[in-house]
């Protein structure tokens, strides 16, 4: 009974040097019983936060350009 595990990430470049990432992961996936059963809806959720994560990011390094101006 093999595990794996799947992370998606976004990494948004906020300056020079500077950025700030949002990861998400799903753990202990086992490789002997349907992929479907394991995840049900997992995937509309992880699409989801990964989504407002990206606005999040987004927001903030915009709000950092405005207030570097």
Not at 27 to 39: A, F, R, S
Request: hydrophobic share 40%.
């Amino acid at each position: 009974m093999a595990k794996v595990g799947v992370k998606l990430g976004y990494t948004k470049k906020v300056g020079d040097f500077d950025f700030l990432r949002a990861d998400i992961s799903i753990d202990e996936i086992d490789t002997d019983q349907p992929l479907d059963i394991q995840l049900g809806t997992a995937e509309d959720y992880l699409l989801k936060i990964l989504a407002m994560a990206k606005e999040n990011i987004n927001a903030q390094y915009k709000q950092q350009k405005k207030d570097a101006e």
